[in-house]
């Protein structure tokens, strides 16, 4: 249950819809994705833990499946999202330090005619391709 409270901690506690912003307004602070991506952190794999290196070898599995349809990898420069859907609204994320070792491997699909998912690396391929439709 531990992954599904820091994703509802992240989405509820920082999680926003709006409209496009001003375009005076300061965006440096926020890693802006606008293409079919998905977006992980920059964390350096530790092995040598069954449930660690059971996410580890999930997150490659799931991120290649993304890779195979038309995803980019995006590694996240900042802990504060912005993604730019294309009918202009903005959904901005931003990402509490990594409590735990799900929260570290996060994967976030996203593709301009949608919201963002985070992907549960507990889940099977399932959530994705329903996302992908």
């Known amino acids: 249950m531990k992954p599904v ?3 509802l901690s ?3 506690f ?3 819809c709006n409209q496009a912003r001003d375009k005076g307004e300061d965006t440096s602070k926020y890693d802006i994705i606008t293409e079919k ?4 952190r920059n964390v350096k794999p530790v092995s040598g833990d069954p449930h660690v ?3 580890l070898q999930r997150k490659q599995e799931l991120t290649g499946y993304l890779e195979r349809h038309g995803f980019v990898r995006h590694v996240a420069a900042n802990d504060s999202l912005l993604f730019r859907r294309n009918n202009r ?3 901005v994320i931003e990402l509490p330090p990594p409590a735990t070792t799900e929260a570290a491997n996060l994967i976030i699909a996203f593709d301009p005619m949608k919201n963002p998912l985070f992907i549960n690396l507990k889940k099977d391929t399932t959530q994705v391709e329903k ?3």
Not at 37 to 40: A, F, K, L, R
């Open 89 to 91: 609204q903005e959904v």
């Open 53 to 55: 290196d059971s996410l």
């Open 131 to 133: 996302y992908i439709k």
């Open 37 to 40: 991506s998905y977006v992980v």
């Open 10 to 12: 992240a989405a509820i």
């Open 5 to 7: 409270l820091f994703i």
């Open 14 to 16: 920082c999680f926003s």
